[in-house]
């Protein structure tokens, strides 16, 4: 089993998903599993696949980053992972506001995540 990191880009939007998807599939072809950074990298991937003819997930199984609204909309819709956006930014406002008072804060904070799944992904069982 192979793993690949394609970096062409900065931008998480559907042409960079578009482009990396492209030059994946041009240094190999045995992968059964792609997972994107964002919901719209993940739609440029199966957008393209489906114009190549390769079949999600019986073939290919796709995860997005952000369960936005396109994911739910998608044809297959799309595997998921959400994030706890509020809590999120409630914990960066609390950190800017100590801060202000005088606070320094240092460290880090882990949010868990869900995967959302729907139909983009399968098992491998």
């Known amino acids: ?17 578009k482009t990396a998807f492209e030059e994946l599939l041009s240094r190999n072809s045995s992968f059964t599993g792609i997972v994107t950074c964002s919901d719209m990298v993940a739609a440029a991937v199966l957008s393209s696949a489906g114009k190549l003819g390769i079949r999600v ?5 796709v995860v997005g980053f952000d369960d936005s609204q396109i994911a739910s909309v998608m044809n297959p ?9 509020r809590e999120m930014g409630k914990a960066a406002v609390d950190i800017l506001l100590k801060e202000l008072d005088g606070a320094t804060m240092v ?19």
Request: aromatic residues 10%; charged residues 20%.
């Open 77 to 85: 819709p799309l595997t998921s992972v959400a994030q706890p956006y």
């Open 57 to 61: 997930p019986e073939e290919l199984s």
């Open 1 to 17: 089993m192979s793993n690949f990191i394609l970096q062409s880009t900065n931008h998480f939007n559907y042409e960079s998903g």
């Open 107 to 125: 460290g880090s904070r882990v949010f868990p995540v869900q995967v959302v799944e729907r139909e983009s992904t399968r098992s491998l069982e």
